[in-house]
């Protein structure tokens, strides 16, 4: 089992950047495919990106690319969301998540293959 707190959100204007960070708790973070999903008042929650055990295989979804780096230290049990050229539509709550894969390339891109939730973050976009 693995707890995960998240933290880094915060009110920014559009055009600045922000960094999330995902604490994990527990000795095998190196096991998890990781992942940060976005909800948005009225809005079903979504994918943003989404890591492999390694940090090798990386996922973003079309709305960040160019935008959010996704990197994991496993080292220090963190995995972490860089959000450059942030948009008001950007504006959600930001939770990561953890999942056993079955592959070390394996990532996963949907809120139900995630077994291990954070609390989430709030980030605000002013326009």
């Known amino acids: 089992q693995v707890q995960l707190v998240e933290s880094g959100g915060g009110l920014v204007q559009a055009g600045g950047s922000l960094r999330l960070s995902c604490a994990a708790s527990?000795?095998?973070?190196?096991?998890?495919?990781m992942g940060w999903f976005r909800q948005a008042p009225g809005k079903e929650r979504e994918v943003v990106v989404a890591i492999s055990r390694t940090g090798g295989n990386t996922y973003y979804a079309d709305s960040v690319k160019g935008r959010f780096t996704i990197a994991r230290d496993n080292a220090k049990n963190t995995v972490y969301l860089q959000m450059n050229n942030l948009k008001p539509e950007d504006t959600a709550v930001y939770s990561c998540?953890?999942?056993?894969?079955?592959?070390?390339?394996?990532?996963?891109?949907?809120?139900?293959?995630?077994?291990?939730w954070g609390q989430g973050t709030q980030v605000t976009v002013s326009s």
């Open positions: 527990g000795r095998t973070f190196s096991s998890y495919a």
């Open positions: 998540a953890a999942a056993i894969p079955q592959w070390t390339t394996t990532f996963f891109d949907r809120p139900n293959e995630y077994s291990y």
